[in-house]
């Protein structure tokens, strides 16, 4: 049996440092498929709304890196849909009248599939952490869409596997590949505002609806799987997601509904808490305490909370303060002025929820001198992505860290979550980020990796001979 503490994952220097201190974990097909110059087999798992519209389009993009090989996905129904989509895209732009994509009903025989080398994992967010963990175990570089975990206990032990087998693993926080992200978190690193006293984050907030009553399983999918290890719940198509293939761009309802999803502070959060940890430095540990108030969603099937305000304390005496009626973005304020990023007018998928007031720059500052004087040769520099997807395929050849990586993907989706778990106790808690405990009981209740047999992380873990000290 092989035990990993939280303090030699903290010492390990991340991926790149785990490399070198292992090289015997180095995947075989680092020097084969996966080597500079080989095109990357990439397999997706789950082919819902992100999935389609964002992921699988990204890889077409970038047919001379990596192509799809295999997909899964345990409604039937979208795994037709998206292999007719990505065997069209391919034959087209690889002008060829042949393509083919193996698809997968259980994720686990496509990571048997020797010819894929890394996977994309674009599941609920309920089944993020089970899966990743399977893959990582299976040697596959993964992408993983945020938020990295719901509990915090499933983050730790991710990363911990990821550190622990050596694979590449990369977020999907895309705002690190978006430059004015990047400038404005630089910006704030090199002293630009002076010292930061306050940050403002905003971002909209769910709405009431879901319907209620119970419906057939649709033949096509597997619901008993889908729910994993959450609790077994009646089916209503609202609960999961629109069985019209047409339809597939639309928000699921899941994604309002607990314990699937945790709502917008772990949906657009964890975007928009990452680009905090970014920007204040704290990348590797966190705030040290967390108070506010939410609303619930009483209305309808969907019980995520609605309205929110947070107030999170960090060191050196700056307040984040998160809130649904700020403008959506990350506004930086030091002595100096403020500096405010932002997507702009850009959402994930038209049916998201929206911020109130006009959208704002992308890139804003209280002077734009602020934004224009450059930085001496000394600045630090953050890491430089204009393509989410493209980091990660580079990052999978070069062995080293992608830009959003699993220990960063961890620590920013643990902030989200200690929000939640404010939002759940109705209390205030202080955050050991070293221990990632609180100080209230309820709360640290609720740290743990949820079970249903078979699905279940500590199971995984024991079939791999593997114990993660949490």
């Not at 009981?441 to 279940?456: G, H, I, M």
Request: aromatic content about 8%; glycine content about 10%.
């Amino acid at each position: 049996m092989t035990t990993i503490s939280r303090r030699a994952f903290m010492h390990a220097g991340g991926i790149a440092g785990a490399m070198t201190l292992m090289p015997n974990l180095i995947p075989s097909r680092v020097l084969g498929q996966a080597a500079p110059g080989k095109l990357i087999n990439v397999g997706i798992i789950g082919c819902g709304r992100i999935s389609t519209s964002l992921e699988m389009p990204n890889l077409f993009g970038l047919t001379d890196m990596a192509r799809i090989v295999a997909i899964c996905d345990l409604d039937s129904k979208r795994l037709a849909f998206s292999k007719n989509k990505i065997e069209t895209e391919y034959k087209k732009r690889l002008k060829t009248d042949s393509y083919t994509v193996k698809t997968f009903a259980r994720y686990q025989d496509l990571l048997r599939d020797g010819g894929v080398d890394a996977v994309m994992v674009c599941v609920p967010d309920h089944w993020h952490a089970l899966c990743a963990v399977e893959c990582a175990i299976a040697g596959k570089d993964l992408w993983v869409q945020k938020p990295f975990s719901q509990t915090i206990h499933e983050g730790r032990i991710l990363a911990e596997v990821v550190r622990r087998k050596g694979v590449i693993l990369q977020v999907g926080s895309q705002q690190r590949s978006m430059a004015q992200f990047r400038t404005g978190c630089e910006l704030v690193r090199n002293g630009r505002l002076g010292a930061i006293k306050r940050v403002e984050v905003g971002f909209g907030k769910d709405r009431d609806g879901g319907r209620k009553e119970e419906m057939p399983v649709p033949p096509n999918l597997d619901y008993n799987t889908w729910l994993g290890p959450t609790p077994l719940a009646y089916y209503t198509e609202d609960r999961v997601h629109c069985q019209d293939t047409a339809k597939i761009g639309n928000r699921p309802g899941w994604i309002q509904m607990e314990p699937y999803g945790w709502g917008m502070i772990t949906n657009w959060g964890a975007h928009h808490m990452d680009i905090v940890q970014w920007g204040l430095g704290t990348e590797e540990t966190g705030p040290l305490s967390v108070s506010g108030t939410c609303g619930w969603m009483t209305k309808g099937l969907w019980n995520a909370h609605a309205e929110f305000d947070l107030l999170y304390k960090y060191p050196k005496n700056i307040d984040v303060s998160v809130r649904n009626t700020y403008p959506n973005g990350v506004r930086f304020i030091g002595d100096e002025g403020w500096i405010f990023m932002s997507r702009g007018a850009v959402k994930v998928t038209a049916s998201d929820p929206t911020a109130p007031g006009k959208a704002l720059k992308a890139l804003d500052a209280s002077d734009p001198k602020l934004l224009t004087a450059p930085l001496d040769s000394r600045a630090v520099r953050l890491h430089v992505s204009d393509n989410h997807v493209k980091d990660w395929l580079l990052a999978i050849r070069s062995r080293k860290s992608a830009v959003t990586n699993a220990e960063v993907g961890h620590r920013s989706t643990s902030v989200c979550t200690l929000g939640h778990l404010c939002m759940k106790t109705g209390k205030a808690l202080t955050w050991d980020w070293k221990t990632e405990t609180t100080d209230n009981a309820e709360a640290n209740k609720l740290l743990v990796c949820p079970e249903r047999d078979p699905f279940s992380i500590p199971k995984v873990l024991k079939a791999a001979g593997i114990t993660v000290n949490v």
